[in-house]
């Protein structure tokens, strides 16, 4: 593990990403990553997630962990309570759904959808959905159009295996249609598109004044692009071993990967090692 600096402020929130950084390859929740998040939650700093699933995908996490304090789903397209109960939420707007959709079949992505509670597939078995399903635990909706569906969209994901075309289109979604929505990849074969403000870097602006903590006190750790916007507006910024360079030279400090406990041993190094320094 190395740091660029080996000195943090008092943190007093921390702000994980969840694939790829609080979680395994396997999507588990390690003993010690467990053990981490309940030592900051007893020191009295706040701890949450954030995170491309939708709230139903992230609710095992939030009753393992207990967590107590808003949780940010679909990049912060909306803002729950760990009922799941809605805070605040940032819809796509509806005149730019068909266009982004147009332009992720050009790539020849397949195209889901996601709204408040479901998310819609155009095949059962298309790439990643029964990984996904596996990792949301709840199935989709497989429909043969999106006719109807195009009004409370929270999400649009393109999913292919080619990431080339996922790069490119990525880019093109931002150059088309930048104004009017958020576009990053969420995971190299994943291509996120939201509201504008439902971004990582606009979640740490909300959780700051939801929670009233200075963003220079809020720590944050992830491990992809869409990741950066929340590391450039915190004090306190963790990139994954796992992670790419380009996204570890973005960040404070650097940890192992999600297969070497790099989320526990950030929590031990960079936040806890603080609080009793």
């Known amino acids: 593990m190395a740091g660029k600096k080996e000195t943090t402020e008092d943190v007093r929130l921390v702000v994980a990403d969840v694939d790829g950084a609080l979680v395994t390859p396997d999507k588990a929740v390690t003993p010690r990553a467990r053990a981490a998040v309940r030592r900051i939650i007893d020191a009295g700093i706040a701890f949450t997630i954030t995170s491309g699933r939708p709230p139903r995908g992230m609710k095992m996490l939030i009753d393992d962990l207990q967590l107590q304090h808003p949780i940010t789903a679909f990049n912060g397209g909306v803002f729950v309570r760990p009922d799941l109960s809605v805070i605040r939420e940032n819809l796509l707007p509806r005149e730019a759904v068909q266009p982004v959709i147009d332009i992720l079949t050009s790539h020849k992505l397949d195209v889901w959808i996601y709204n408040e509670k479901d998310w819609f597939v155009p095949s059962r078995h298309g790439p990643h959905v029964d990984r996904e399903e596996w990792t949301v635990k709840f199935p989709p909706m497989v429909v043969p159009r999106f006719d109807g569906l195009l009004d409370r ?22 150059k088309e249609r930048g104004e009017h929505v958020s576009a990053a990849r969420s995971q190299p074969y994943y291509l996120d598109v939201t509201h504008p403000k439902a971004n990582k870097g606009e979640v740490i602006t909300v959780l700051s004044g939801m929670l009233h903590v200075p963003a220079a ?4 750790i992830g491990d992809m692009p869409n990741d950066v916007l929340m590391f450039k507006r915190s004090g306190v910024s963790i990139a994954m071993g796992n992670a790419s360079s380009d996204v570890q030279h973005e960040a404070r400090f650097v940890t192992s990967s999600n297969k070497e406990e ?7 190094r960079f936040v806890l090692r603080a609080q009793v320094a």
């Open 262 to 268: 790099g989320f526990a041993l950030a929590m031990e």
């Open 217 to 220: 006190n809020i720590a944050t």
């Open 153 to 174: 969209v929270m999400k649009i994901v393109g999913v292919s295996d080619d990431l080339e075309a996922v790069a490119c289109c990525e880019k093109d979604v931002q």
